[in-house]
C-alpha cells in the first residue's frame, strides 16, 4: 500500500485493503456505523484511491 500525502486520509478498522494500492490525501474509507462487526468497506489489489474520496460501507 502506498499512502501519497497522508494528511486527513481515514481508513476504519475492520477495513481491508489489498497489495499495490495507493490512497492519496483526504480519503476516507468508512462505514455508517449500523453493522456490529464489519462496517468498513474493502479494498481488491491494485486500486487507486483519488484525493478527497470517501468510500463507505452502507449494507
Known amino acids: 500500500m502506498f499512502i501519497d500525502h497522508g494528511m486527513g486520509i481515514v481508513i476504519g478498522e475492520t477495513a481491508t485493503v489489498g497489495d499495490d494500492c495507493t490512497i492519496y490525501h483526504g ?3 468508512g462505514g455508517t456505523g449500523k453493522d ?3 462496517r468498513h468497506p474493502d479494498l481488491g489489489n491494485n486500486v487507486m484511491v483519488g484525493s478527497g474520496s470517501k468510500i463507505l460501507r452502507t449494507y
Open 36 to 38: 456490529k462487526y464489519k
Open 27 to 29: 480519503a476516507t474509507l
